[in-house]
């Protein structure tokens, strides 16, 4: 019972901690003689009707705090490799489970095996960043993109003795109301060099970028 009483409790501050970053006289403290599930209750039924920002300061309290702050992130994958690397397989796990055990081998890499490959999946990070970094850029000039359809085509090719991947080329296709050209052109000019993804390239980075007219 007196664990259950010390869970109660520790709700209870949560609430009382996201209710104190709403605005001032969006709630009332509670009173001593309370019981755990009338305190509840009573901060519940005091609350006036609160705005959007108030919903979302309670449903997601520190969800993107970190941007604010300039915090660091980490992500993970892992990569489990057996055998040779010709005969040998792999597999390739993230942290999120998008990726669980996924294959990839010598044969996808190289041929056209089933399963994924190191350069296929630097694609699609980068046309994932792109497109998010160009969304960013259009935010700050108050423009909102219907669509941005970003294709990376990475090269992988021997230089000299070695492989490398010597290119990236991005293919945006976007649909950006009330968006002139030139708006258009700094937008993507500025994330070509801004992506975060395109600084670990060292490789050269080229975008063919479209604006389709939009109703």
């Not at 609430?15 to 019981?35: E, F, Q, Y």
């Not at 009338?38 to 993107?64: F, N, T, W, Y």
């Not at 108050?142 to 294709?151: I, M, S, V, W």
């Not at 490398?164 to 968006?179: E, G, Y």
Request: with cysteine.
């Amino acid at each position: 019972m007196a664990g259950t009483l010390d869970w109660k409790r520790l709700q209870i501050v949560k609430i009382l901690t996201r209710l104190s970053r709403l605005r001032p006289g969006r709630h009332s403290a509670p009173t001593a003689n309370h019981g755990t599930h009338g305190l509840c209750l009573h901060l519940v039924s005091q609350l006036q009707e609160p705005d959007r920002d108030s919903l979302l300061a309670i449903q997601m309290p520190l969800k993107h705090r970190w941007i604010e702050r300039g915090e660091r992130m980490q992500r993970k994958a892992t990569a489990v490799w057996r055998g040779d690397v010709k005969t040998g397989k792999g597999s390739l796990s993230t942290e999120s489970t998008v990726l669980e055990d996924t294959q990839y081998s010598f044969s996808t890499r190289f041929e056209n095996g089933i399963g994924t490959n190191p350069e296929e999946l630097l694609a699609a990070a980068h046309a994932a960043c792109f497109a998010m970094a160009v969304s960013s850029q259009l935010g700050k000039v108050d423009l909102r993109p219907e669509k941005l359809a970003a294709t990376a085509t990475i090269t992988f090719e021997k230089v000299g003795e070695h492989f490398a991947i010597s290119k990236s080329h991005l293919d945006l296709l976007a649909q950006v109301p009330d968006a002139n050209q030139s708006i258009f052109e700094a937008a993507v000019k500025a994330a070509e060099t801004g992506c975060p993804v395109s600084k670990l390239f060292k490789a050269e980075i080229s975008v063919d970028a479209r604006l389709e007219l939009t109703v």
